[in-house]
C-alpha cells in the first residue's frame, strides 16, 4: 500500500471541486458532519475549495447515541472558522422512530439503514433549500467493501474522497490538521452503541487496504493475493465480503446491463 503525496492530492481534490461546482452551476454546498474522520476531511477540502461562507455543515444526531460525534464534529467546525449562523442540527430521532414503530421487531441493521436513508433525505433538502450541491464523504475502502447504506450514506452530488483507501485519507488528515482525537478514535457509522466499522468486518481498515490495492491497482489475481503471506483467513474474510457486495456498485441493474 503506497503513501500519498498529500500537498498534491489536496491540491488535486480541492482543484477538482471547484470545478465540478463550477460546471453545475453552484456556489454552495452542504456535507453531513458526524464527529467521524472521512467526513472532517470532506468538510475540510470543501471548505478550502469554496470557502468558508459557502459550505454549510449538517449535523444529524440520533438523540443521545450521538452525543460524541455531535462534540467532535463541533471541533471540527471551530477550527474552520465556518459561520456559526451556518451550522444546522437536526434530530432524526422522532423521524426515524415514526418508522421503526411501524414495525417494533426489526433489527438493528434495518434500524441503521432507516437512519442513514433518514439523514439523506435532511441533506438534500438542505441542499435545495440553499440551492447547494451535497459533498459526500466515502471513502474508497468502504465503497469496495460496499460498507454504506443504498440511497443513504452514499447518496450525494460530488464525492471528494472516494478514490482514496481509508488509510490515505488518515494520511490526508494530520496534513489538513483534523483534531488528534478524531484521528485517533475507532472508525464508526455511529448506528448503535459501541457499533465500530472493524467490529463489523472482523479485520481492520489497514489490512483491507493492503489486499483491495492489489486488486484494484495492481490487478492481482484473488489466487495472488491468497498466496503472499497474509492470513489466509483474513484474505478470504475481505474477497468474501468484495464479492457479497459488489452488486450495490452495480445499483440501480437495468436490461442493458444483460
Known amino acids: 500500500m503506497k503513501s500519498i503525496d498529500v500537498q498534491q492530492e489536496v491540491s488535486r481534490i480541492v482543484a477538482f ?18 464527529g467521524g474522520i472521512d467526513s472532517a476531511v470532506s468538510f475540510a477540502l470543501a471548505v478550502q475549495a469554496l470557502g468558508v461562507d459557502h459550505v454549510y455543515p449538517i449535523l444529524l444526531p440520533y438523540g443521545a447515541l450521538s452525543t460524541k460525534g455531535v462534540l467532535d464534529a463541533m471541533k471540527v467546525i ?15 430521532q422522532q423521524a426515524v422512530d415514526a418508522i421503526i414503530r411501524v414495525d ?27 440551492k447547494a450541491l451535497v459533498v459526500g464523504t466515502e471513502n474508497k475502502s468502504e465503497y469496495l467493501l460496499g460498507y454504506y447504506t443504498r440511497y443513504g450514506d452514499e447518496a450525494s452530488d460530488v464525492e471528494p474522497i472516494r478514490h482514496l483507501y481509508k488509510t490515505q485519507v488518515y494520511e490526508l488528515a494530520k496534513h489538513l490538521h483534523i483534531p488528534d482525537e478524531i484521528i485517533q478514535k475507532p472508525p464508526s457509522a455511529d448506528l448503535w452503541p459501541k457499533q465500530t466499522d472493524e467490529g463489523e468486518f472482523g479485520f481492520t481498515y489497514k489490512d483491507a487496504d493492503e489486499i483491495l490495492f492489489l486488486i484494484f491497482d495492481q490487478d492481482k489475481s484473488e489466487e495472488y493475493v491468497l498466496q503472499i503471506g497474509k ?20 445499483l440501480p441493474h437495468n436490461i442493458s446491463m444483460l
Open 17 to 34: 471541486i471547484k470545478k465540478t461546482f463550477n460546471q453545475a452551476g453552484f456556489s454552495d454546498a452542504v456535507i453531513g458532519l458526524s
Open 231 to 250: 492470513s489466509h483467513q483474513q484474505a478470504t474474510t475481505v474477497l468474501s465480503r468484495l464479492k457479497e457486495n459488489n452488486f450495490k456498485r452495480l
Open 78 to 92: 471551530e477550527v474552520s472558522h465556518i459561520p456559526l449562523t451556518h451550522v444546522v442540527r437536526i434530530d432524526i
Open 104 to 130: 417494533p421487531m426489526m433489527d438493528k441493521v434495518r434500524k441503521g439503514n432507516i437512519m442513514a436513508r433518514t439523514r439523506m433525505i435532511h441533506l438534500f433538502d438542505q441542499a435545495k433549500k440553499r
